[in-house]
Each structure stands twice: as structure tokens, then as C-alpha cells.
């Protein structure tokens, strides 16, 4: 993707000095000499791990802070001493939006109002320009509460905007939406740039929307590591970047698992059923140098920008991605035969159908995906699938037994990992850890030696002892997946697991759910990450509580062929499918 301007010009909206800021608690230095600069008329992206300081220097530029050191002007102006002036002048969008679920849609877009002193003869005219940049006109009258995801986030946006502001920060603003309210959300902040010539200051997990920035800012425990435009950082991969075919076969799996642990390479994802291999300086080998019987054929590829940060940051991190080793401990074996059989699924609330006619089966040692965009009945159908959500209607079978009536029994058999990772924030992690093993049946011998796998396997042994709560997201979502997995289930589900995950721990992640799949293990995973679809064998894509499509992500990938676009990936079809572009043949229809 193209450097969207130079974002060179035009005025300073943010300005940081040798910034620093440390926390009491702890004594943790969330920034640590930290100088930056923002501009009018462009994007400047802050990436990096989970604790870097992003979300620290962007709450700085809001006000809700006060630096210890140095010096912060925010459209000239000192965002402690000028506090009111700023919150007039600066729209900012925390993670979690800062909506009222028991409100409406315009209620909600008046409490902002009134908040920033719009006055009532204004909001008419700026409301409806919101509402219809939003795509949001036609549910200004629905509680917050019952909008999707997307929908949620939309409305953030417009809240921060009701007054036209000089300074746009958004924090992790794209987690945990389908890649079509992204697309949205990206072309409202190129329509503000171009229309507007605001400047946005946004934190991101997603290193493709980096691309997107006319400016990065790579930042790791409080430090500036590099900043530049993407295309900088592009440059100095190139050479060193192939797409590796598998042999005939050999899984894209199977190889990306292999080429993860080779040591001269960085960097190992799947993308579009080849796997993308990033090596280190040097003589790159082509494919017969590669391990013999995997790979068929390696082409040379673009670099793209999240190719340098993975090279800059994985070194700096205590356990790389390419240094997970997974020992589940049990082998379990593959097979062919169904542990989870869905047909004709149904779930209503009220009058309201969430869920209508899903069907799919998942065999033994497979990784099944479950996509949609926000509001199509994943997640609902994710808690049936898992016993927490009674089913109304349809057959449903998982461990070889039907959970209307023998859900007590399959759920023995289940490890589950929620969206937002149900641990005890104030007990330490061994606790946490030592709660769920009880909980499943584990004590004694056979108790203490699972904690012992858990924590020496996920990397949490030198943070047994600290609270939950106080975990950076990649620690929390490594806790979450060992007291998943303490009583090795059989069948592991997985909701939206790496939303909000920076980069490497998505990677450490999904190498490690590569093992368990291999030793048997049944894993059927939620995400919003199209990246990610790639990882699974097969995968239902849903909408409106239907299912839409139904096969392996090369059949999937498919429906999108076009002459224009000869080889798509999964966001492309998933983009396609869910805004009725493609239709899909009935052989890969859920039911």
C-alpha cells in the first residue's frame, strides 16, 4: 500500500519534549524521554508491544495526566494548565468509547454536546453531518446498548466530533471490529484530513493500518525506538522477504510452524495459503535451501512495514515468537471423526432471531473459524456451542454428547477462553491459575504440575505473583490461555483471543494453538483479524445470524477471484460476502 501524502507539511498539533511519566504503583516508567511531533493535515501512528506507553502519551495529549518531565503543547497549548481549552479543541476516543449503553444514539450525541458547549442552533446541522458520514442517520433512536460493535465505535467517533476539533486522538480505535466498520472508520479519517485538515495522533494493534499513517512512531517500555514514514521502514527489508509454496500435501500450517523456529528467520505468518517468510541480513536461501519435503517453490515478495517492526521488536521481548515452544503434554492423536456436529442451530430472544438455521461439523485436531461482522451472531452462537447459552431450536453434539441434555458432562471435556479473559484481577496469577484448575476437577500431585506447565510453558514464572490486573494485554491474554487449558481439553474455544494483542503475542499465540492442534486438540476460534482466518483449516462466515459461507480459506479466498484481482485474501472475500458482492455456491453453504 501506497504512503497516503508526506504528512511533512502544515502546522505542529502535538509536540513532546523528553516526556516522562512514572506510575506510583510499582514504579513502572510508562514514558521515558519521549519526544514527538504531530501535524495538521495528516496521520502520525504510535505502534508497539502491550505497555509501551501509547495509550500513556495519548491520555498525556488529553489532559488526563501530567507529565513528570519535559514538555507537551497540544495545539500550543499546556494540557494540564490549559485543560478546558483543550477538551473544546481536542476530540479523543478511548478504547473502551466512553458511550452510555442505556442511553440512545442521539442522546448520547447530546450529552457530548453539551459537554463541549455546542449550542442548540448548531447540532442540527453538525449532527447530521455525523450521522451521515457514520452511516448511523437510520438508528438515532436505538439504545447504544443494542448496536454492534461497529456501530459502537462509529458512535465514538461522531462523539468526539460533535464540535470540529484541531486534534483527533484515537486510542486503539479498529479492536475488536469486523474489517468492514475498519475500512469505515479509515475513510472517516481521511474525510476529516481532506475536508476538515485536522490532525489525528492514533494508537494501533494492527500493523497494516500502519501503512496507512503518514507518519510512525515506534514506541517499547516508554522508549522511541524509530519513527519515519512507512515507506522508510519498507526500504530496508527489501531483499529479504519470500512467499514460500508448501510441497504437495504439506499444510501452509505445518510450514509456517517449521519456518518459525528456523534460526535465521524473523518472521513466519500464514497469507493467502503460501507462508510469508521474513529472514535476517544476509544470503536468503531460495526453496532448495529451505527444509527439505515442506516447500515446493519460494518467490521473492514486497516488504511491508510490520516486516521492520517485527525485526526491530522481537529481539527486545523476552520470549519471541519464534522461540514458543508448545508441550501440551498428551498426545491426542488425529482423526476424522466429528467431535462438534451443529444442524440447524437456532437462537431467539423475544421476537428477536439472533441465530437461524447454522450447521457445520469440526473434526478431531482441526482449527475452525467462526467470522462475521459485528452483530451476526458469533458470539451467540460461539456460547451455545460451549453450553453457556441454551439453544432454541436444532441439533447440537459436542464431545459425543448432546448439550440440551448432557451439556454438565461435554463441558469436562472443554477448555474456554472469553473475549474478555474472566480472570480475578486482584489474585495473583499462580492464583488464578490454581482457582480454574480446581474448578476443573485438577488438585493434589496432579494439580501442582499442571501449575508448573502453565507457568513455565506461557512465560508467567516471573510474574507469578503479580496481581492479574496489573498484566500488560499479552501476559493477561497468556494467563487466560493457561487456565483454559490446565485440564487438557479436548476441544478448546476461543473468543476473539487476540483482540487488542500487539503483533508478537498475536504471532506467539497462534504458534501456539499450531501445537495443540497438531497433538489433537480441537480449537474453534472467534476473530475479527482476517489475518488470522488464515490459520484455521476451515471457517463459517456468518451475517445476520445466517450462515453465509462455509469451506477452507482457499475456497473461501476464491469467491472473491476476480480479473481485477486474481488472487484476493480473506478480508477481500470477506468484505465481498458480507456486503452481498459474491454469492456463494450452496456447496459452500453453512447448514
Request: aromatic residues 6%; proline residues 6%; positive net charge.
Amino acid at each position: 500500500m501506497s504512503d497516503r501524502g508526506t504528512g511533512d507539511g502544515g502546522d505542529v498539533v502535538m509536540e513532546a519534549k523528553g516526556v516522562c511519566l512514572a506510575f506510583q504503583r510499582g514504579g513502572v516508567r510508562a514514558l521515558d524521554g519521549v519526544s514527538v511531533v504531530a501535524r495538521r493535515g495528516g496521520v502520525t501512528g504510535l505502534v508497539g508491544p502491550d505497555g509501551a506507553g501509547k495509550t500513556t502519551l495519548l491520555r498525556l495529549a488529553a489532559g488526563l495526566h501530567a507529565a513528570d518531565e519535559g514538555r507537551l503543547r497540544v495545539l500550543g497549548l499546556d494540557p494540564v494548565r490549559d485543560a478546558n481549552a483543550i477538551r473544546t479543541r481536542v476530540g479523543y476516543m478511548p478504547q473502551q468509547f466512553g458511550l452510555y449503553e442505556d442511553l440512545k444514539v442521539r442522546e448520547n450525541l447530546d450529552f457530548h454536546a453539551d459537554l463541549q458547549g455546542v449550542p442548540m442552533a448548531r447540532r442540527p446541522e453538525r449532527f447530521g453531518r455525523l450521522l451521515e458520514m457514520t452511516g448511523l442517520g437510520p438508528f438515532t433512536g436505538r439504545l447504544v446498548g443494542r448496536l454492534s460493535g461497529g456501530m459502537k465505535q462509529k458512535l465514538g467517533l461522531a462523539c468526539c466530533l460533535v464540535k470540529s476539533p484541531g486534534l483527533l486522538l484515537l486510542d486503539e480505535p479498529t479492536v475488536g471490529v469486523d474489517p468492514v466498520s475498519r475500512r469505515d472508520l479509515w475513510e472517516i479519517v481521511y474525510h476529516l484530513i481532506e475536508r476538515e485538515g485536522i490532525g489525528v495522533v492514533l494508537s494501533t494493534s494492527y500493523l497494516d493500518e500502519a501503512e496507512r499513517c503518514h507518519h510512525v512512531v515506534i514506541l517499547h517500555d516508554g522508549r522511541k525506538l524509530s519513527e519515519g514514514p512507512p515507506r522508510q521502514f519498507r526500504e530496508g527489508m527489501r531483499g529479504r522477504v519470500r512467499l514460500v509454496t508448501p510441497a504437495a500435501g504439506v499444510s501452509p500450517r505445518h510450514v509456517q510452524s517449521v519456518m518459525a523456529r528456523q534460526p535465521r528467520v524473523i518472521d513466519a505468518t500464514i497469507r493467502s495459503g503460501r507462508v510469508r517468510v521474513v529472514f535476517a541480513e544476509g544470503r536468503v536461501p531460495e526453496a532448495d535451501g529451505l527444509p527439505a519435503g515442506l516447500c515446493a517453490e519460494a518467490t521473492p515478495a514486497e516488504p511491508v512495514f510490520e516486516d521492520a517492526f517485527v525485526e526491530m521488536l522481537s529481539p527486545r521481548v523476552a520470549k519471541g515468537p519464534n522461540r514458543v515452544a508448545v508441550e501440551n503434554g498428551v498426545d491426542h492423536g488425529n482423526g476424522t471423526e466429528a467431535v462438534v456436529s451443529v444442524r440447524d442451530l437456532t437462537k431467539r430472544f423475544g421476537d428477536f432471531e439472533a441465530v437461524r438455521g447454522i450447521g457445520f461439523e469440526v473434526r478431531k485436531g482441526e482449527v475452525f473459524g467462526l467470522l462475521g461482522p459485528n452483530g451476526a451472531g458469533k458470539s451467540t452462537t460461539f456460547r451455545m456451542l460451549c453450553g453457556l447459552l441454551p439453544a432454541s431450536g436444532g441439533r447440537l453434539r459436542v464431545a459425543g454428547r448432546d448439550l440440551r441434555t448432557s451439556g454438565a458432562v461435554a463441558r469436562e471435556r472443554l477448555g474456554y477462553m472469553a473475549q474478555r479473559f474472566s480472570l480475578y484481577e486482584h489474585l495473583p496469577v499462580q492464583h488464578n491459575l490454581r482457582f480454574y484448575g480446581r474448578a476443573y476437577g485438577l488438585k493434589g500431585s496432579r494439580l501442582r504440575k499442571r501449575l508448573d506447565w502453565a507457568l513455565r510453558e506461557f512465560g508467567l514464572e516471573d510474574r507469578k505473583d503479580q496481581p492479574a490486573g496489573s498484566l500488560p494485554g499479552g501476559c493477561r491474554q497468556r494467563l487466560a490461555m493457561a487456565a483454559a487449558t490446565l485440564h487438557e481439553p479436548d476441544i478448546l474455544f476461543l473468543d476473539e483471543p487476540t483482540s487488542g494483542a500487539d503483533p508478537l503475542a498475536r504471532r506467539e499465540f497462534w504458534l501456539r494453538i499450531n501445537g495443540f492442534a497438531q497433538s489433537g486438540v480441537t480449537v474453534i476460534v472467534t476473530t475479527h483479524f482476517m489475518a488470522e482466518a488464515e490459520y484455521c483449516d476451515r471457517m463459517l462466515i456468518m451475517s445476520q445470524g445466517r450462515p453465509l459461507a462455509l469451506g477452507t480459506p482457499h475456497e473461501i479466498r476464491a469467491m472473491a477471484r476476480t480479473n481485477d484481482k486474481p488472487d484476493p485474501t480473506i478480508e477481500d472475500a470477506f468484505i465481498a460476502l458480507a456486503e452481498g458482492r459474491v454469492q456463494p455456491g450452496k456447496e459452500n453453504q453453512g447448514g
